[in-house]
């Protein structure tokens, strides 16, 4: 099993262009997260979803959306990026009650 | 509000005990205490969680106090890889807004 895997690795963006950072994980896990960590910070929850076809905010959701098409899949979207969302962006997944399995990381740099 | 308070960070010689204590006063009868660990840039990873038991396994022990408002993770012998940024959460069955705090961040030294 690969457990969680986050496409791209890193990713640099100019002010104002859109990416998808594409997350998927192969232990039917109904639960998955998004987070953002900046640096020298904890994680902080963008948007999670408990299963396929729903998604909720976390705490800092505005300036990016979420798409739960498959149970497998995850997708969080930019649409216009800012110099503040420069961060290390983490995806996980968790059974309804568990712990949760993280991704290895998206490095975006928005200059 | 920060449910949990750690310490900054922690040094231990490798092959001690690293016992790492967390703060959870306010911590309700349904809310579970997870451990995560980061290393280095990597993505957490999921360590141990406990309720009102202590657990024990193949990477460290939860101790959990009586009145539940305190914890410790216990790293029995640490190793040089056992370097990384602890992180205490505290979640009930059916949240899954984990809150990472700061964490402490163990420095196992040679």
């Known amino acids: 099993n690969a457990g969680v895997t986050q496409t791209p690795k890193f990713r640099v963006l100019k002010t104002g262009q859109s990416m998808t950072l594409l997350c998927a994980q192969d232990m039917n896990h109904e639960y998955m997260y998004w987070y953002r960590q900046d640096p020298g910070m904890g994680l902080r929850l963008i948007h999670y979803s408990v299963g396929e076809g729903t998604t909720a905010k976390g705490e800092v959701p505005d300036g990016y959306n979420v798409s739960r098409l498959k149970k497998q899949n995850f997708l969080l979207g930019l649409e216009s990026a800012a110099p503040s969302q420069t961060s290390v962006y983490f995806c996980a997944s968790s059974r309804i009650l568990g712990e949760q399995y993280f991704g290895p990381g998206t490095r975006l740099t928005v200059t | 509000d920060a449910k949990t308070t750690q310490p900054t960070s922690m040094d231990c010689a490798e092959g001690r005990a690293a016992n790492l204590p967390c703060n959870h006063s306010t911590i309700s009868g349904n809310e579970y205490v997870y451990w995560y660990r980061q290393i280095h840039s990597q993505g957490p990873q999921y360590i141990i969680h406990g309720l009102k038991n202590n657990e024990t396994n193949e990477m460290a022990s939860l101790i959990i106090t009586e009145d539940r408002k305190s914890s410790t993770l216990i790293l029995p012998h640490a190793t040089l890889r056992d370097t990384a940024v602890y992180y205490c959460?505290?979640?009930?069955?059916?949240?899954?807004?984990?809150?990472f705090g700061p964490g402490t961040r163990l420095s196992v030294l040679p």
């Open positions: 959460i505290v979640i009930d069955n059916y949240g899954q807004n984990f809150v």
